[in-house]
């Protein structure tokens, strides 16, 4: 059973920052891929970014420059620095992790909120 949990979510005025974290516990070993995803109201969920364990990083145009992500693999960590934020960063985001037997999961989501 893996479980990947997030935190660091809220609500923040545009031009500010935010910093999201994520957790993984269970019976895993190591992940190959870790990274962040979002969805708006009314949208699909998109990649925001990812990172590979050798530290490979894909981004969405839409945040490259702004957003940064990180991941710890010894913890199992990964986490999201978000700066000048946009209110079309208003989304839930949720982590998703990928294993080395390319099996995916998924955190619950936390909000992030970013007002005009």
């Known amino acids: 059973q893996v479980q990947l949990v997030e935190s660091g979510g809220g609500l923040v005025q545009a031009g500010g920052s935010l910093r999201l974290s994520c957790a993984a516990s269970?019976?895993?070993?190591?992940?190959?891929?870790m990274g962040w995803y979002r969805q708006a109201p009314g949208k699909q969920r998109e990649l925001v970014a990812e990172?590979?364990?050798?530290?490979?990083?894909n981004y969405a145009d839409s945040v490259k420059g702004r957003f940064t992500i990180s991941r710890d693999n010894a913890k199992n960590t990964v986490a999201l620095q978000m700066n000048n934020l946009k209110p079309e960063d208003t989304a839930v985001y949720y982590c998703n992790a990928v294993s080395v037997r390319e099996i995916g999961y998924w955190g619950q989501g936390t909000q992030v909120t970013v007002s005009s």
């Open positions: 269970g019976s895993i070993f190591s992940f190959s891929v």
């Open positions: 990172m590979g364990r050798g530290g490979r990083t």
